[in-house]
């Protein structure tokens, strides 16, 4: 959420901000601006909406100037308004700010007290004006920018832009991510590393509590202690093509067929010869924990419950599943020789990473599995396993979620080698299978016609209901949320065997029931609760292979997928709930790749 660029260099910056905010654009926002300096004057335009209207409101009132600040923002204090919208500004500084500064309201009373009065909704205001009263006391930008940095409580990654040098970016890091980008006689702020990508291959991340100066010629980085700290510059290699929608009408739609190529790559990742495992950094010794604590939040949190059935199964190893933001709070004790293993697309989910900073010292090790290597929470971890998705921009989650399970699959498969739980026959069967998964999940794409046919009527719903047992529960809880989440149906997801204990009580004809139910040993009792469905109206959209099909018998819709280990079916059958959500949600004419509210990337409470 919130994206954030700075620039300084020899060109005019306000092209090279609106572009580098085009590439944010998949972090969620509501409005967006830009401020720049020219000829010692500091000026911004803003706009509510797209960055389309930013664009225009550039065309006919263009800002010059060779150094400047871009925002994209998701609203948190304040309704989405132009006054509302980033940069902010209180004389001759303005700022930027993704995050929530806790203690605003204190802020606002001290500034009050001195008869400095606020003019919009956010807390970000006072950031803006608490710099300048800094400057008003004398302070340099520097100073100003560090005293206000001193006062401020909460989360927030901040560039400062002063009126006074237009060769000076501050920037701020204190929970959500940060980056300076190295060129030639120019230098950047941004977000992460897609907004720099065009710009600059050299990045430096900036840690917890640091503080950069920035010139065209220099970046100097300062710890939270005011000393200087050498963070390392690495090199960043993002293709460009990653960000556009390669012919596809939407990112989502371009990210739901990447999911053959990606999965493949994460196979081969895990399995360089094809026959055995190899986990990176020498991997992980799981005969040395006795449990494993599986921590995420949204999509990734589906991914362990999933996870769950895979380690408990195959290693025989317990594993308890949280929500990040419930683990952080409810402090659990965590008992030695306890693992505790985070899942997060971004690397940067505030919650999560708050778990994980929790577990240290207390859990035995810490692995993260994320999209992105130099994310926060990787660089916390003791062992990073990357899922080598490539870039998602879609804020629905496909083939991240897709590239978890499948890392998840081959974790949990290792542990149990590890613990002489499996077969080295039934190994050798599953890594046979799983190498060719990438091809079956092309045929499985085969369906996608069909899907779009059956949103046409998914659309009308008010409510649509998913039901699946084992390893299909996850995975209809996680088709349950791509519906809601773009396409703006309440839908909900029940293990099938809860539905005569309450759920059944809202099946009519007017509720779709999506069952998922590979021909696998709980098919049966799968099929008997949606009998149960079919006798009190229901319409029922039955997922299976085409032997649970022509069983089932008679249903409303079907989907017929591959036949395929059952296993590997979790990561199988997220793709029709993929499907369904994306093409309902084309059908009711929502914004599939940026919904409303949503944010990529969630980097605060």
């Not at 009126?163 to 300076?180: F, H, M, Q, T």
């Not at 149960?532 to 109206?537: C, F, K, P």
């Amino acid at each position: 959420m919130c994206g954030i660029i700075g620039y300084l260099g020899s060109h005019e910056a306000a092209p090279f901000l609106v572009e580098a905010l085009k590439r944010l654009e998949y972090r969620g926002y509501d409005s967006a601006g830009i401020a720049t300096i020219q000829d010692g004057r500091l000026d911004r335009r803003r706009a509510v909406g797209k960055l389309v209207n930013l664009s225009d409101a550039l065309v006919y009132d263009p800002l010059a100037g060779k150094s400047g600040i871009g925002h994209t923002r998701w609203a948190t204090h304040g309704a989405p308004t132009e006054g509302n919208a980033h940069p902010h500004r209180a004389g001759p500084v303005a700022v930027v700010h993704n995050g929530i500064i806790e203690n605003f309201r204190e802020l606002r009373a001290d500034l009050a007290s001195k008869g400095i009065a606020h003019q919009t909704e956010t807390d970000t205001e006072t950031v803006a004006l608490l710099a300048n009263h800094h400057l008003s006391e004398g302070m340099s930008p520097v100073d100003a920018a560090a005293a206000t940095i001193a006062r401020l409580e909460g989360a927030f990654a901040l560039v400062f832009l002063f009126e006074s040098d237009d060769n000076l970016l501050i920037a701020a890091r204190k929970g959500p991510p940060l980056a300076v980008g190295h060129g030639d006689g120019e230098n950047y702020v941004g977000s992460d590393a897609i907004a720099l990508a065009p710009l600059t291959d050299r990045i430096t991340y900036l840690e917890e509590g640091d503080m950069a100066i920035v010139t065209r010629q220099s970046i100097e980085i300062r710890d939270a202690n005011g000393s200087l700290a050498n963070r390392p510059v690495k090199t960043i290699r993002i293709d460009n093509t990653m960000v556009d929608k390669g012919g596809h009408k939407h990112f989502m739609g371009k990210e739901i067929a990447e999911q053959p190529r990606v999965i493949g790559e994460a196979i081969r990742a895990y399995m360089p010869d094809g026959d055995t495992i190899a986990l990176p950094d020498g991997g992980f010794d799981f005969t040395a924990v006795d449990r494993l604590t599986l921590v995420a939040c949204g999509t990734a949190y589906y991914a362990c419950l999933t996870a769950k059935y895979w380690f408990e199964q195959l290693a025989r190893l317990p594993v308890e599943v949280d929500v990040a933001s419930e683990f952080r709070y409810r402090e659990p004790p965590i008992p030695a020789r306890t693992a505790a293993l985070f899942v997060s697309q971004s690397g940067e989910t505030a919650d999560t990473l708050a778990a994980l900073r929790y577990c240290e010292g207390k859990a035995s090790s810490i692995l993260a599995v994320v999209n992105v290597a130099e994310s926060s929470i990787a660089r916390e971890s003791d062992l990073v396993l990357p899922i080598h998705a490539g870039v998602e921009v879609g804020v629905a989650s496909t083939k991240a979620f897709t590239c978890q399970l499948t890392v998840l699959l081959i974790l949990a498969l290792e542990a149990a080698r590890q613990r002489g739980e499996i077969s080295p026959e039934r190994l050798a069967d599953v890594l046979s299978q799983l190498r060719n998964l990438p091809a079956v999940i092309g045929n499985a794409l085969d369906t996608d016609a069909f899907a779009a046919h059956v949103s046409n009527e998914l659309a009308e719903a008010q409510d649509v209901l998913f039901l699946g047992r084992g390893l299909m529960f996850p995975i209809a809880m996680e088709g349950a949320l791509k519906m809601k989440e773009i396409s703006y149906i309440h839908a909900e997801a029940y293990a099938s065997g809860e539905l005569k204990h309450g759920p059944i009580a809202l099946i009519d004809s007017h509720v779709p029931v999506v069952v998922m139910a590979p021909r696998d040993a709980l098919y049966d009792k799968t099929v008997s609760n949606m009998q149960e469905v079919m006798a009190r109206g229901g319409k029922v959209l039955l997922i299976s292979d085409s032997a649970g099909i022509e069983q089932a018998g008679e249903v409303w819709r079907s989907i017929t997928l591959p036949r395929i280990d059952p296993l590997l079916t979790p990561i199988l059958y997220a793709l029709p709930a993929q499907l369904l959500a994306y093409h309902t949600a084309i059908a009711k004419g929502t914004d599939v790749d940026q919904p409303r509210n949503l944010a990529k990337s969630v980097t605060v409470e």
